[in-house]
Nanobody
Framework: QVQLVESGGGLVQAGDSLRLSCAAS????????VGWFRQAPGKEREFVAA???????TYPDSVKGRFTVSRDNAKNTVYLQMNSLKPEDTAVYYC?????????????WGQGTQVTVSS
């Protein structure tokens, strides 16, 4: 069982930066792949970033070059550094974990943290 808790959201202006954290319980968290997703009001959930246990990462074009995912296994924490934020980045951000990088479904989800970017 893995429990995930996101933090670091807030209200910022366009062009600002934020770093989200995803803190996890469980001794085997370092072996899990972790993804970040977001959901804006009235929109479907959107994939933002993912990192595997080896530190490899992937991003959609919408955030590539602006967002960076990293992990500190000693702290059981995954981070999402978000730079050059835009109003369209406004959403609730969720982290999720899965034991197998190649399986699409994530098994564990956090409660989310709100990010609001004003223009």
């Amino acid at each position: 069982q893995v429990q995930l808790v996101e933090s670091g959201g807030g209200l910022v202006q366009a062009g600002d930066s934020l770093r989200l954290s995803c803190a996890a319980s469980g001794r085997t968290f370092s072996s899990y792949a972790v993804g970040w997703f977001r959901q804006a009001p009235g929109k479907e959930r959107e994939f933002v970033a993912a990192i595997n246990r080896g530190g490899g990462s992937t991003y959609p074009d919408s955030v590539k070059g602006r967002f960076t995912v990293s992990r500190d296994n000693a702290k059981n924490t995954v981070y999402l550094q978000m730079n050059s934020l835009k109003p369209e980045d406004t959403a609730v951000y969720y982290c999720a974990a899965k034991p197998d990088w190649y399986v699409k479904k994530y098994d564990y989800w956090g409660q989310g943290t709100q990010v609001t970017v004003s223009s």
